[in-house]
């Protein structure tokens, strides 16, 4: 194909789909490096910048990485991209937190069933360290909700699928921020906030006896007080906002 040919397809399109198609035959791997431009643009039959230009996307899309002096390499790194793609596309669609929440609770039911058989022992000890500090009266707000999405997280990570971190990672603003919305709005109304206390432990202690019912009844629990809290609100104060 040359670039000057009638094709249904634009260029960049067909150059695109020659690296789709070498990275699902799995003849590019993760770390192998891509031939140089020249080359693939006489394979093809297209310009070197047509192949450029597939090459800069892929880039932005956290697939290749480029060194200076050295070539293109195959990587996997999409999160950065995705997440903004998707944080774009969240605030497009107006998403409310009342479907933040059935996300989550789907998410991090999985998570602590997953976790139950891989958590590792320094995750144990990182979660604890957590509650610990989660637990000092002195903490602004912003402070405890940073160390409440870092225990959420940890509990993410443990579970060891990576299709789940992903996706997780892809929405982690929207995430971030339900909880961070959420903690202040329980953190006001004393008997909310000592039960949410009492499930983020109860879930820790869980994982430690590697008690899979008493998990999973512990994070039923985290997300009970959480659904009285949003069930309180004014239907208004449902929408997701920057």
């Known amino acids: 194909m040359n670039d000057s040919k009638t094709d249904t397809r634009k260029t960049y399109e067909y150059v695109y789909e020659y690296f789709s198609d070498q990275i ?6 993760i770390h192998d490096k891509i031939p140089p431009e020249r080359d693939i643009a006489q394979e093809l039959g297209v310009s070197r910048n047509s192949v450029r230009e597939v090459l800069h996307i892929l880039e932005i899309n956290g697939l290749i990485e480029c060194l200076q002096g050295s070539g293109n390499y195959v990587r996997c ?16 669609l107006n998403i409310r937190y009342t479907e933040v929440f059935d996300l989550r609770y789907a998410y991090e039911m999985t998570a602590i069933k997953l976790a139950m058989d891989h958590i590792s022992s320094l995750e144990l000890e990182q979660m604890h360290d957590i509650l610990v500090r989660m637990d000092d009266k002195s903490l602004t707000a912003r402070e405890s909700a940073e160390l409440d999405i870092a225990f959420h997280n940890k ?27 959420f903690r202040a709005k329980i953190l006001m109304n004393p008997d909310r906030a000592r039960a949410l206390r009492s499930a983020h432990w109860e879930i820790y202690r869980a994982l430690s006896a ?11 629990e985290h997300f009970r007080v959480v659904k009285e809290e949003m069930d309180s609100l004014d239907p ?3 929408n997701h906002k920057e």
Do not use: W
């Open 77 to 92: 790194d999409p999160q950065e991209y995705m997440m903004k793609s998707v944080h774009l596309m969240i605030s497009l």
């Open 24 to 29: 699902l035959s799995g003849k590019l791997k």
């Open 236 to 238: 208004e104060e449902l």
């Open 210 to 220: 590697g008690d899979k019912d008493g998990g999973r009844a512990a994070m039923e």
């Open 155 to 181: 509990l993410l990570n443990a579970s060891g699928n990576r299709l789940l971190i992903l996706y997780t990672q892809m929405i982690s603003n929207l995430m971030d921020q339900f909880i961070k919305d």
